[in-house]
């Protein structure tokens, strides 16, 4: 019991922190989000008891700002609706095992990228995750955007398979086939979202010199795009070309939306 109590007094303390700082960007115009009305939809059917299923935020990731954001989109709902709480799955180097983390663990399971065996428990663990009704958020290229061997770009409203790409271009890394597992396993709704601007906020390092101490400092003055779209359905039978081949053409199409 008194373990519980420790686990909710710190994941309360760590969203109502984080909450405060994103609301202030949110003031400050640092972060404009499109589609929150579809997200707002989905809490309040949980809350209602009329969706009892779990969801599937996944989104574009360019920068490491991402998984920090992500698990504050449905404050303060998540604050007394706990089926509400996003769970976020950081890579165990970059975030989690940071000390500036250490709030936002019981909130998270880390990956271990180069482990297999782990890798398969892992998505075992989200799959029980989801079957229980919880809300999961990841980034379904199993990384981020700039590290991919190949992309989809969409150019005058048509998509294609690329394996360079430009700066300019409105861009996301081909998804990795455990995206297509879970939703075989389980039956959870989908919610396709868009994010740019992150990179700017946290540069990639690849984008810096040698040791530059900055890449620690969010850039702050620079803004981030968030753009959430319906949740959307598929046939149980869809193969898993045709499952992924929806997944990321509706999250790239956001991205070309104004």
């Not at 165990?92 to 250490?102: G, L, M, Q, R, S």
């Not at 379904?140 to 992309?151: M, Q, V, Y």
Request: net charge positive; proline share 5%; aromatic share 12%.
């Amino acid at each position: 019991m008194k373990k519980r109590i420790v686990r909710i007094l710190a994941i309360w303390t760590a969203e109502l922190a984080g909450f405060l700082i994103f609301c202030l960007l949110l003031i400050l115009g640092r972060i404009r989000i499109s589609g929150y009305r579809h997200l707002l939809s989905f809490a309040v059917k949980k809350i209602l008891g009329r969706e009892k299923r779990g969801a599937v935020l996944y989104y574009r990731h360019p920068s490491l700002f991402e998984p920090i954001i992500m698990p504050l989109l449905l404050f303060p709902f998540s604050l007394l609706f706990p089926s509400l709480n996003p769970y976020s799955f950081p890579v165990k180097k970059n975030y989690y095992d940071k000390i500036w983390y250490a709030s936002f663990r019981p909130l998270s399971e880390p990956v271990e990228r180069g482990d297999y065996g782990k890798a398969i428990k892992l998505l075992e663990k989200m799959r029980d995750m989801a079957k229980e009704g919880k809300v999961l958020a990841f980034a379904p290229g199993g990384g981020r955007e700039c590290n991919g061997t190949k992309w989809k770009v969409i150019k005058d409203g048509r998509i294609e398979t690329v394996t360079y790409w430009r700066e300019d271009e409105k861009m996301i890394r081909k998804f990795q086939s455990g995206i297509y597992r879970l939703w075989l396993m389980t039956d959870v709704v989908f919610l396709p979202v868009w994010t740019e601007g992150g990179e700017k906020i946290i540069p990639n390092k690849e984008n810096y010199s040698s040791g530059d101490a900055r890449f620690s400092c969010p850039r702050l003055w620079h803004s981030m795009k968030i753009i959430i779209r319906p949740q959307f359905e598929l046939d149980r039978d869809t193969r898993r070309a045709e499952f992924l081949e929806t997944t990321e053409n509706n999250l790239l199409r956001l991205g070309d939306k104004r």
